[in-house]
């Protein structure tokens, strides 16, 4: 952890096309949580022979990376308004998009953000996409969480070209309650947050072996059918491991590509009624391709195709203080995972 | 300044919970009340408001829309009270910060003391009409009642207030109130010292806790509050510890940077988010202004500092990159030099 991190109280957040600030193509987000922003340069010293001085400290491409996070709650989702509509079909083609990620503050003396201008905007432009993960905790809200990379990052109070039309859609004609008028304050999300009960477990495709522990069936409380998982969380990640692509003539990379192939994780915890149940023979084939789709109530969709396989199994808990035993099924595939949900992107 | 004997009369008198009064070859004594008469002298209080409410008499709340009516008070002087005793918390911290700087702790000494007065002129005008409501006649009459009850001559007969004069009675017990800042001087003396820690293992005062004497009660309290300064790992000089405005400075300060290590430890509990956690500048969402405040409160002093020199260069410049903040020339002016240094070492 840094030292001296710094915290902003942040007002408004917005992913938008690179380049671009109208329609569906800037969007400012909701049920945003927090963002983390980090910026690295890197130096390279040159001396030479003949003095002990460094002769020149050359600057190497700076680093930024910003990680967003929000609740999983029926409005645009992170990643998709990061990607567009393509993250829908193709997690290969949505590997090539770029998006600006804009950090609305405003200042300390204002009691809200109707009409005013933000005191500056942290503009980071031309990101890609790095990684994004959708967690369904048994606790607590479902979350999406997306981290972007780039090389271009400023901070910006003047109104010119893109970034200045960008900025004054963050003056938000808000007549709600809430003081800032934040994006998504005072307006109920689409769906409701997701939480445990969010999760669309009879909707989902979830491989056999979570479903071994014994919890298989419906158990129906009044005049609601509800499935017996067992599950405690369910994580979907995925990790595009970017590598900057450089040419002679230009100071920074003309293209971030993404390590193909690219490893796609889904983890389930499930409470433990058995053992893992998974039998292991050194004569043979021990695994076949299971696909794995889970869905929500929020109208979330993540498809991550057929070709998932069990990568590893971890049995845990069940100590002698009375902790309960969860087994941990980690699936993985490669270059396959599509997203849906929060409505319509550019 | 309170001599060392006055400190130890005072002392005694706190002990003994009474008040001498001595006028010419009479000798009165003023005995704090126990619990069994504070409990009878409500009944006093009960009779006086009913009275005082048949006869028309206002209650507070009427009170208070008399003194807007009148242009005394608004609900905005309580938030001016509000606003200067932050200044006076922010000037005790400077107080405790500035110890051994003594023209400038006389400086802030005086600006404590100025502030006060502020705060006690406001208050004056809010309660400028107390008088004339039921709950101040009720209370007045139970203090009446439980002096004139207390009240005895040193032979141990009880006061004849048909011969007595009354009102100079209270005049003179209000007079002879120990202030606070007093009974601090006393739980700090020696002879209190001595005998507080020697009630550890007996009964002080010879009286059950139920029925201390107000002054009893704040002695302790304020002893108490002694020893957990002394035993403090981050205990203050002695010096220290005898100025009230320092100590005050100093239980200030511990007790905003409690909060602030509480608000940090809430949050590091709310970014759940590794990644998030470990970024250099985080963003968190603000709701309202409150909400942002404490968002920026959760900066150390550096960090405060960095934010505002970085919201100067942006306002200067329109457009700033990173490399534009002071602060990042520093550090990576910092890097070139460890570089360097590595560089050499190397080289050995």
Redesign the interface.
């Given at each position: 952890m840094p030292n001296n991190r710094i915290f902003y109280a942040c007002q408004a957040v917005a992913i938008a096309k690179t380049g671009e600030n109208s329609g569906d193509s800037f969007r400012i987000m909701k049920g945003v949580q927090s963002v983390g922003l980090n910026t690295n340069f890197t130096l390279e010293q040159v001396f030479e022979l003949g003095q002990v001085e460094l002769y020149s400290n050359e600057e190497e491409i700076a680093e930024v990376e910003v990680t967003i996070e929000k609740v999983i709650d029926g409005e645009p989702l992170l990643y998709l308004q990061a990607v567009g509509n393509v993250g829908k079909t193709s997690i290969v083609s949505a590997s090539n998009s770029r998006a600006d990620v804009y950090l609305a503050l405003y200042e300390d003396n204002i009691t809200g953000i109707n009409g005013q201008a933000p005191g500056s905007v942290a503009v980071c432009s031309g990101m890609f996409v790095s990684s994004v993960s959708y967690t369904y905790p048994v606790d607590g809200n479902a979350t999406e969480s997306l981290t972007l990379v780039g090389n271009e990052k400023f901070w910006n109070t003047q109104v010119p070209q893109v970034v200045g039309d960008a900025i004054a859609r963050f003056i938000v004609d808000s007549t709600e309650d809430d003081e800032f008028g934040v994006a998504n304050a005072g307006f109920p999300p689409v769906s409701g947050i997701i939480r445990r009960r969010g999760v669309n477990i009879l909707g989902s495709v979830i491989p056999p072996e979570v479903c071994s522990q014994g919890h298989q069936g419906l158990t129906t409380v009044g005049n609601q059918t509800l499935p017996n998982s067992g599950i405690q969380s369910i994580t979907v990640s995925a990790d595009f491991g970017r590598e900057n692509q450089l040419e002679l003539g230009r100071f920074g990379p003309y293209n971030r590509y993404a390590t193909f192939p690219f490893e796609v994780t889904c983890e389930f915890e499930v409470n433990a009624t058995s053992g893992d149940l998974i039998s292991v023979s050194g004569f043979g084939r021990n695994l076949t391709d299971r696909p794995i789709i889970i869905r929500d109530l929020a109208g979330t969709v993540l498809n991550l195709g057929t070709k998932n396989r069990l990568s590893s199994i971890a049995y845990s808990g069940g100590d002698t203080g009375g902790g309960i035993a969860t087994i941990t099924f980690s699936f993985s595939t490669f270059n396959s995972l599509t997203v849906d949900g929060g409505g319509d992107y550019y | 300044m309170v001599s060392e004997n006055k400190i130890n009369s005072l002392l005694y008198r706190i002990i003994k919970g009474r008040l001498r009064l001595t006028v010419g070859g009479l000798c009165l004594i003023i005995y704090e009340p126990d619990s069994d008469l504070i409990e009878e002298s409500y009944s006093i209080y009960d009779s006086t408001y009913n009275e005082h409410y048949r006869n028309g008499d206002w209650v507070e709340d009427q009170l208070k829309e008399q003194l807007i009516d009148q242009g005394l008070w608004t609900p905005l002087d309580d938030k001016e009270i509000e606003r200067i005793t932050k200044e006076i918390e922010d000037v005790k911290v400077e107080c405790f910060q500035n110890f051994f700087k003594l023209k400038e702790l006389a400086g802030l000494k005086r600006k404590i003391l100025n502030k006060n007065d502020q705060i006690g002129e406001i208050l004056s005008r809010k309660h400028s009409l107390d008088h004339l409501s039921c709950e101040n006649a009720a209370e007045l009459a139970r203090q009446n009642w439980l002096i004139s009850k207390n009240t005895f001559y040193d032979n141990g007969a009880p006061a004849n207030w048909t011969i007595l004069n009354f009102s100079k009675i209270i005049n003179f017990y209000k007079e002879n109130i120990i202030e606070h800042s007093t009974v601090r001087k006393i739980a700090r003396s020696n002879m209190w010292r001595t005998i507080w820690v020697a009630s550890k293992k007996i009964e002080l005062f010879n009286r059950a806790a139920i029925d201390l004497t107000r002054d009893q009660l704040t002695l302790c309290s304020y002893s108490n509050m002694y020893d957990a300064v002394h035993e403090s790992p981050e205990s203050p000089n002695e010096k220290v510890i005898e100025d009230d405005d320092c100590l005050d400075g100093w239980f200030i300060s511990q007790r905003r940077k409690h909060e602030k290590d509480k608000k940090m430890q809430e949050?590091e509990e709310?970014?759940k988010?590794p990644?998030?956690?470990?970024?250099?500048?985080?963003?968190?969402?603000?709701?309202?202004?409150q909400?942002?405040?404490s968002?920026?409160d959760?900066?150390?002093e550096?960090?405060k500092a960095?934010?505002q020199q970085?919201?100067q260069t942006?306002?200067e410049k329109?457009?700033?990159?990173?490399?534009d903040f002071i602060d990042?020339q520093t550090?990576?002016q910092m890097?070139?030099q460890q570089?360097?240094i590595n560089?050499?070492k190397g080289r050995k």
């Open positions: - | 949050t709310l970014i988010n990644k998030i956690k470990n970024s250099k500048e985080v963003f968190i969402m603000a709701k309202n202004k909400e942002a405040e968002i920026n959760l900066n150390n550096l960090s960095l934010v970085r919201k942006i306002q329109g457009t700033a990159k990173d490399t990042v550090e990576l890097e070139r570089a360097f560089k050499m």
